[in-house]
């Protein structure tokens, strides 16, 4: 059975930083591409940043420079850091392991900014 949990999320001042965790397991985790996207009502999920199998990293525009993803194997575990947040950085954030057409996703975590 695959369970994919998130962790970390909470309440930070503008300005400030979080760190989230998501820990995968029932699954080759290094085969996995693995992601966090972000929700807000009424809008569709989007994707802030992911990270290959073999390390690269990509980021939505809106992120670059302030968030920074990264995997430890070993741990079976994908992290994102977040620092400089803003108010419109508020969203539900939902950890993402893809390998081809397999998707799996967390429950989700609220991260709320405060001005």
């Known amino acids: 059975q695959v369970q994919v949990v998130e962790s970390g999320g909470g309440l930070a001042q503008s300005g400030g930083s979080l760190t989230l965790s998501c820990v995968v397991s029932g699954i080759t985790f290094m085969a996995y591409r693995m992601a966090w996207y972000r929700q807000v009502p009424g809008k569709q999920r989007e994707l802030v940043a992911s990270?290959?199998?073999?390390?690269?990293?990509d980021y939505a525009e809106s992120v670059k420079g302030r968030f920074t993803i990264s995997r430890e194997n070993g741990f079976s575990r994908v992290s994102l850091q977040m620092n400089s947040l803003k108010s419109d950085d508020t969203a539900v954030y939902y950890c993402n392991a893809q390998w081809l057409s397999t998707l799996y996703w967390g429950q989700g975590t609220q991260v709320t900014v405060s001005p």
């Open positions: 990270i290959t199998p073999g390390g690269d990293e």
